[in-house]
């Protein structure tokens, strides 16, 4: 990779007890081809694990590696607004420890963000995983992605972005835990009159979770968070997007589907679905029926 006093690009990496596939991360960073001249910020989101040693370890071989610690408060968001507010560059692109990018990777997110105040890449699962059961995977990330009808957004998995323009936005907002903030981020962002496009070659390699309880967990989380979304942006969206009604009924149609874990492979695709509707239900009582979204958490706000 090539090292400058002045990169034009920052990758940030939030993290947190990445060691299993942190290393493996850097080294295809360190593999791009034909990228412009790039950094590496790590954002340790307080990891107990070996992550830090991985990145001393690589510190030769990667002399643009830094870490940053982001251990005051848990959260991705916190983890990459903190990796942003370290960034040197004046362009800032996304990846996750447990994801792989591809060698062309950083050159087609550099490209796109000469045309664009932000841009996606494509987010596919990476068959070379032993784990991967392609039949019980869910579909490869086509183009940007679109929640309740709404604006496009970027996965934050694969996601670039002016620093400017990050900042003027006040970042992510630390007030989702458990994920759609990226969706948030970028529908800010285009209503504030900015640009997000696509680069299609700037894949990214997705590990899936592996386990059914980490695969229902994560759904879980992903569901709850949608809910937490739309009553943050209700005013723009059409009330009939949710309904707790409906969520009810499609959690007992998912409990009596429970049979079909016992004779699939691993059970992945009902984990996920089972656990998505019942984060759904969970964010209908927690931010509508019993409570309300929480105020935005942003990089400007009083801390």
């Not at 894949?203 to 937490?228: H, P, W």
């Not at 984990?271 to 029926?289: D, P």
Request: aromatic fraction near 6%.
């Amino acid at each position: 990779m090539r090292t400058v006093a002045t990169p034009e690009i920052t990758v940030v990496i939030p993290v947190r007890n990445g060691e299993a596939t942190l290393r493996e991360q850097l080294l295809a960073l360190a593999s791009q081809t034909d990228a412009p001249a790039f950094e590496i910020v790590v954002s340790d989101n307080g990891s107990t694990d070996g992550t830090a040693e991985i990145c001393t370890s690589l510190g030769n071989q990667i002399p643009s590696l830094r870490v940053v610690d982001s251990g005051d408060r848990p959260g991705v968001a916190h983890a990459r607004n903190e990796g942003v507010r370290a960034a040197a560059a004046p362009y800032v692109v996304f990846c996750d420890a447990d994801d792989r990018v591809t060698p062309g990777w950083l050159r087609s997110l550099g490209d796109a963000l000469r045309r664009y105040d932000a841009v996606g890449g494509m987010v596919v699962v990476d068959v070379a995983d032993a784990s991967a059961e392609l039949g019980d995977m869910a579909p490869n990330a086509e183009g940007l992605g679109s929640v309740f009808g709404h604006l496009p957004y970027a996965v934050g998995a694969n996601l670039g972005v002016r620093r400017d323009v990050y900042l003027a936005l006040g970042g992510m907002d630390e007030s989702f835990p458990h994920g759609h903030e990226e969706v948030d981020f970028a529908w800010r962002l285009q209503n504030a009159g900015y640009t997000l496009g696509w680069a299609p070659d700037a894949r990214v390699l997705y590990r899936q979770r592996t386990t059914r309880r980490g695969a229902f967990r994560q759904a879980r989380n992903y569901g709850e968070s949608s809910i937490q979304l739309w009553t943050r942006h209700s005013q723009s969206l059409p009330l009939g997007a949710v309904s707790l009604r409906i969520s009810v009924r499609n959690l007992g149609r998912e409990l009596l589907g429970l049979p079909r874990l016992a004779s699939q492979r691993s059970g992945l695709g009902t984990a996920r679905a089972l656990g998505w509707t019942a984060g759904v239900l969970a964010g209908h009582l927690r931010y509508r029926k019993f409570g309300s979204s929480p105020a935005p958490r942003l990089m400007e706000s009083p801390q």
